[in-house]
């Protein structure tokens, strides 16, 4: 019995060491997750490269997962819009493939712009933030133009709001 406690012990303190590698480390997925999946990785006789790879594939899910929540925040959409949500029936006359096309997001890579013109109504902000959140989803960083912000913007300028001589 003395050799069974000294290595349950033993494992206890490897496993507080090693959640507190896991926290300086800031891998919160493998610290909630280790655990659990070691009882299931035991249970169903993985080997231990199959445990590791789970632990990391969910670690590196876990962290895409953070990265698009935390781009999409920067973002500063007034909503979020997507493309699957446009109203394809109105306006009646949108050129359909040429606005999918955009959302290939090729103009980006060939660092080009989109500008959306179109009488008031029509559908530009939708689109505009709909292709703003696909780039975040892929990868892009965005910051969505809001006219509010500009107008905070133009009043902190000297001289802003002063009549003109």
């Known amino acids: 019995m003395g050799a069974d406690r000294r290595l349950a012990a033993n494992s206890q303190a490897t496993t507080d060491a090693l959640r507190g590698q896991l926290v300086s480390l800031k891998l919160s997925h493998l610290l909630e997750r280790f655990e659990p999946l070691a009882q299931q990785a035991g249970a169903e006789q993985w080997s231990h490269v ?14 895409e997962d953070r990265s698009i929540q935390r781009r999409v925040g920067l973002a500063r959409f007034p909503v979020v819009k997507t493309l699957d ?49 696909t780039a975040c989803l892929r990868g892009y960083s965005v910051l969505f133009p809001d006219r509010r912000r500009y107008h905070q913007l133009a009043l902190r300028r000297p001289g802003a709001g002063q009549p003109q001589a």
């Open 50 to 63: 199959d445990y590791l790879a789970q632990l990391i594939e969910g670690e590196a899910h876990a962290r």
């Open 85 to 133: 949500l446009f109203e394809w029936s109105w306006p009646t006359k949108i050129n359909r493939p040429q606005i999918q096309n955009l959302f290939r997001l090729r103009f980006i890579e060939d660092k080009g712009n989109v500008i959306f013109i179109a009488n008031v109504g029509l559908g530009k902000s939708h689109l505009a933030i709909a292709l703003a959140h």
